[in-house]
């Protein structure tokens, strides 16, 4: 059984920083494609950032380009996003999700078969 579990989420002041953690069971991290999405209410989700977990590449969302940085460590099986320069723009509940065989990046949010419960995360100004 696969299960995501996001952590790290929080409250912080625009302008900081915070790492979100996916611990992933049942899944490896290292074959395919992995990527966080947020989604606020009333507003569709979005990607945020993905990785190809076999050969690296990335892609963000240009809204947070140059500012978050996905990444993942193989050995401890955990995705990570560390997300920098925060604005109010980002809060949202972020998901962490897993693609069950596809591989590239900027995939649509229907390629992702496991998702994450999601942890918050609140920006104020």
């Known amino acids: 059984q696969v299960q995501l579990v996001e952590s790290g989420g929080g409250s912080v002041q625009a302008g900081g920083s915070l790492r979100l953690s996916c611990a992933v069971s049942?899944?490896?991290?290292?074959?395919?494609?992995m990527a966080w999405f947020r989604q606020s209410p009333g507003k569709e989700r979005e990607e945020v950032a993905s990785i190809d977990t076999g050969d690296g590449r990335t892609h963000y969302a240009d809204s947070v380009k140059g500012r978050f940085t996905i990444s993942m460590d193989k050995p401890k099986n955990t995705l990570y996003l560390q997300m920098n320069s925060l604005s109010p723009d980002d809060t949202s509940m972020y998901y962490c999700a897993a693609s069950a065989g596809d591989r590239g990046v900027g995939l649509a949010s229907y390629a992702y078969r496991y998702w994450g419960q999601g942890t918050q995360v609140t920006v104020s100004s």
């Open positions: 049942g899944y490896t991290v290292g074959h395919y494609t």
